[in-house]
C-alpha cells in the first residue's frame, strides 16, 4: 500500500534537476535517469542496489559527484557532493565549501526559504523549497566535518 502511494506521489512530479556536464536531465525515474546517463557517454558507478554515483558539473560550474539513491523504479533523493580529493586537499575549508555551493543554489534556485545557523554542531543548515521539490543544504560533525546537499522530489502543491 505504501508503494502504491509513493509511485501516485512521485508520478506527479514533473520535478527536473538539471546538471550542465553531462548535459541531462534527471527525473523521478531510476530508468529514465540511467538512460540519460548512458546517452550522454557519462561513466557511472553502481555502488549499491540502489545507488549510483557520477562525476558531474552543477549549478555555475561546480565540479561534484550526484548520488542517486533509490528504490524499486523511483529516486528517493538526488546526494550532491565534493569529490573525495577535494577533502583531502590541504587547502579544504568546510566553510569556504558552504558558502561556495550556497552561492551557486542561490545563483540556481533563489535565496532559501528556512535558514538554521546553528543546526548540528553549530554549523548552518538552509532549505530551498520549489513547487516539486525541496533542497537541503547543511554540515555536520558524524565522522569529522560533512557536508550535504540533497534534491528531493516532491508532490506538487
Known amino acids: 500500500k505504501m508503494l502504491s502511494l509513493f509511485k501516485k506521489v512521485f508520478k506527479k512530479s514533473n520535478a527536473v534537476f538539471k546538471v550542465l556536464e553531462p548535459n541531462i536531465e534527471l527525473t523521478v525515474s531510476v530508468s529514465e535517469c540511467i538512460k540519460e546517463l548512458i546517452r550522454s557517454g557519462v561513466k557511472y558507478n553502481q555502488v549499491t542496489a540502489g545507488y549510483i554515483t557520477f562525476p558531474a558539473k552543477l549549478f555555475d560550474g561546480l565540479?561534484?559527484?550526484?548520488?542517486?539513491?533509490?528504490?524499486?523504479?523511483?529516486?528517493?533523493?538526488?546526494?550532491?557532493?565534493?569529490?573525495?580529493?577535494?577533502?583531502?586537499?590541504?587547502?579544504?575549508?568546510?566553510?569556504?565549501?558552504?558558502?561556495?555551493?550556497?552561492?551557486?543554489?542561490?545563483?540556481?534556485?533563489?535565496?532559501?526559504?528556512?535558514?538554521?545557523?546553528?543546526?548540528?554542531s553549530g554549523y548552518p543548515s538552509e532549505r530551498w523549497l520549489g513547487r516539486n521539490f525541496v533542497?537541503?543544504?547543511?554540515i555536520c560533525d558524524r565522522f569529522g566535518l560533512e557536508e550535504h546537499l540533497s534534491f528531493k522530489f516532491v508532490q506538487p502543491n
Open 135 to 138: 533542497i537541503d543544504h547543511s
Open 63 to 120: 565540479d561534484m559527484m550526484v548520488g542517486l539513491h533509490y528504490q524499486g523504479a523511483f529516486i528517493d533523493y538526488i546526494e550532491i557532493f565534493r569529490p573525495i580529493e577535494y577533502y583531502n586537499s590541504p587547502d579544504f575549508d568546510i566553510n569556504e565549501s558552504y558558502a561556495e555551493i550556497h552561492d551557486a543554489v542561490v545563483s540556481c534556485y533563489g535565496k532559501p526559504q528556512a535558514k538554521n545557523p546553528a543546526y548540528l
